[in-house]
């Protein structure tokens, strides 16, 4: 017995299929209606009957391990299992209409050969689950090539579908004939865990076969500057072709060819010109704009959709677009966000903009369409956690194909291969373990955000600068609201909800051959654990963390940021440069947190100016030599920080190419330093600022801005045997610094259980910079010491 003569048996007994609503306009149903609607007497049979007829028939109760968390609320027992073997799916045919009629689609079950059938994709936002409206959908079990034909094998039910699809479906289905579409809300039983895990191998082919992939957008009126868009678009493209060049998408660097085709005039030497600052600003307003209104740019599923479409045609309502064109303008402001977009709104345009994973993917074709979009699976996975998915365990799933070790997706290890009955701090749990199993290796816990506590705050050593009071001084602490993960799940596995406030990129990355653990992983262990939210990884515990300086900013201040200092000493300071101002706190230029209750201010202290004593650092070199070369998380020559070595870029004697590109390091430095609140260096003892004066001029603010990109956000530390470097914000007084088997890095572990004395749990907290600690070095005594500990990250 099947769940259609089910049906039928009970539509006989009980009126089950529910007879046609009244066709009525989009502006909803008269009161009348209304009355009808709620007075119908055709009920569905109460629970208990319908359980009894099920047994009376022989047939099952429904399998609650199958059934989804995340579904639209309907009734999906009119949906008859696919023939997995036959790799069958399904195509809904949209019946034709003007856009004010009601909708009408059928459902037909293909075989293997799907792929050689004409249809189309339909890549959209499903939005809010609850937010539903009814439609006529025909389940065909007939004739699997005529979607039409009047089998008496149909099923008819009246289905809820979001409001968002509702509105794609008007607008693209033609008024005089069917249109074919794959649509997953539609053709995947959603109410099915079984069904969900079985379409996703395919998922990739389903967007790769179709005739075309449909994306729709929204309406023209969501967006402000929709014209704006279309107008950018069409300048762009007059552009290329007065350059003669082929078009966009087709070049490596699409950067660089914006820049060669000139779309506007540029600026010489260094004057400005206001024509091309406004025109700037408008296109910044343009872009962000329009990729905030529309939430498709943001979901994690349409990535898949059109990154394996062979042509995609963007809708905003009727309008259209080759999504290519779209593509294009991402990277465009991906590269204005880059370059101008901070100076004129004293905020980040790249914060505006969609996951910056779709322009990596582009860049990974190389221009060439045909190519697959593959990236490393950690960039995937930790460039797709700024998307946004309603089921979290998406934004692993979803990304799979995309991995250059994970796109076939039959052939995963069983900890990756998808699966909807896992929980999603499983899903999270076990992509980790795998992935440090794959590659032996801890990076992946090196891009972990920094953990807060459940109410939101950054740990309670983090020194803020701040000028409200009262409850509001305290709000302005927290860093943003994040979905945090839920209890129980493992600190040392990733989540997929982003920090806002976190270090954008990871500091393995430097790959430091000082920074290396030296311990060999132990990949049978961890393949075969006794409980798998535990991380047992050899290794060892090398310095408590004694304080926690402020978070480093590289960033040029607002004037709002500004107004937040103390003005009223003598000489008056601003600050326009995150550098002085983590460089004052680390040698006390700055007073600590006044201690006026009404409004929380930083007091600059005179004490610092021209008369700085700046103690050497421990091991023998300045301490200006530490905070330049941990600012980049690179060692400098030793050479330019001897007392009485000259600095000179103005020599016409050649210097070694590394010594020069170290000087010219110290140049960018000297240039950013001036430009903050300490042009004359004034902060600096009296031989090194006549030394970095000389330099400034040589250097390029910019560059040591790009070059502070590891520091973003992070806190300078220091630890009991005087170590000085940067960990993530959620580091506090009392944590450990170790060094584990596999780890490019050192980490910062957090003790959460003591025996005997010693620390047997430890929580993640992130991974650090430690500056002049030679980990691999340090650890391979250890190894021989035979001082090599098992240690239990939970």
Known sequence: MNSYSLNIQLRDKYRFCKPQLPKFKMAGPTESTKDELDTRPDEDPPAED????????????????????????????????????????????????????PLHCTLVRHSDSWAETSYESLSYCWGDLGDTTCITLRHNYGSLADPTSESDKCNEQKFNITKNLDQALRYLRFEDKPRVLWIDALCINQGSIRERNYAIPFMVDVYRSAECVLVFLGEERQSEHFQGMWDLLNMLNAAVERAGVKPLWQHQDIDKTLDEIKIVPRIEGTGSDSGLTTFRMHMSMIFSEFFNKFPWFRRVWVVQEVMNAKRAIVYCGKQQRDWLDILVMLCWAAKSSRSYAAGWSGTHMYDELPPFLWTRLHAARHGDIERPARVPLLDAITKGRAFQATDPRDKIIALLSFGEDTHDIAGLPPRLKPDYGKTASGVWRDMTRQWIIDHRSLDILGIIREKIDRNNQVAANTIFITQLSGEESKKSSTSGAVELPPDG???????????PGSAPQALFRLQNPLSSCSIPLDIATLDNPKDPNILNIPGTILNPITSVQWAFKRWTYTDEDMRQFNHSKTPALSVQSGVPVAWGILIGAIDELSDDSDAKQIAFSTRGRGGVTIEPYPNGSSLIQAFVEALICRRLSKRWFLPEQPMSLDSADPLPTSERADLQTLAHFAAHWARGCDPEMGWIPGQWAERLRALAKHGSSRAFTEMCGYAEDRCFFRTKRAGFGLCAQGARAGDYVASLAGGGTPFVLRPLEVRDGRASRFGLVGECYLHDLDIRRVTQAAVDRGDVDTVCIV
Not at 56 to 63: K, W
Not at 81 to 89: F, T
Request: glycine fraction near 4%; charged fraction near 30%; avoid cysteine.
């Open 50 to 101: 319908r359980a009894a007829i099920k047994s009376e028939l022989g047939i099952a109760n429904e399998d609650k391990s199958d059934v989804p968390e995340w579904k639209v609320d309907n009734d999906y027992s009119f949906y008859q299992p696919l023939d997995q073997s036959q790799k069958e799916i399904r195509l809904v045919t949209i019946s034709p209409g003007d856009f004010n009629e």
């Open 489 to 499: 799940h493992p600190s040392w596995a990733l989540w997929h909800a982003e920090h």
